[in-house]
């Protein structure tokens, strides 16, 4: 769902040379992901944990009430979900704009010194 969200901006598949065109539309989708990813973990670890931990507790989750189980359990589940989560949407980016580490390790040469 990201990626796609992502790409509304960028349309089809940039050049995989990197030029200072590149990098910006880079950096933004960074910044696009990094931002809805830093929402959803203030969801879930000040909203759910914090705000709505009362009407919460009235719901059980393994005999536990589900406010408190978001404060201790949940929002690290949900925090590493986010992790592996980014990891694999900027490996995606990675490729798409050309610097990936694998292209850099197997001998093609991507100047890096323009982003």
Known sequence: ???SLIKFRMGESPSTKPTQ???KL???ANIIVVTILLAIWFVSSFVLAIILVEPLNEIQVGGFPFGFWMGQQGAIYIFIVLI???ALIMRHLDRKFGVDEE?????NEVPTEDL
């Open 21 to 23: 065109e590149n990098a």
């Open 103 to 107: 292209i850099e390790e197997s001998g």
């Open 1 to 3: 769902m990201i990626p």
């Open 26 to 28: 880079y950096w933004r």
């Open 84 to 86: 592996l989560v980014y």
